[in-house]
């Protein structure tokens, strides 16, 4: 009854190398499995992404100023 057994490495290093080594190629062929997009729809999800970025910036900015001008200087307005 001989028994084999799997080797233990002999320190942590190993241990470590060994998982690290093992993550790596899991996420190799998790990388297979994605489906990239085509260049034309990185481009048109790109110019979606900066045209309302842009358009969420200028309502931002435009709330801002409009509650400044009603609490800022309308409140001062009001304790003259």
Do not use: C, H, Y
Request: proline letters at 2%.
């Amino acid at each position: 009854m001989d028994r084999v057994q799997a080797a233990q490495p002999s320190n942590r290093v190993v241990g470590w190398v060994d998982q690290t080594r093992g993550f790596l190629a899991a996420v190799r062929e998790e990388l297979r499995k994605v489906t990239w997009p085509t260049r034309e729809e990185l481009i048109k999800a790109t110019r979606m992404i900066i045209i309302l970025s842009i358009l969420l910036g200028i309502t931002i900015g435009l709330m801002d100023w409009l509650l400044q001008v009603i609490l800022v200087d309308g409140v001062a307005r009001i304790a003259r």
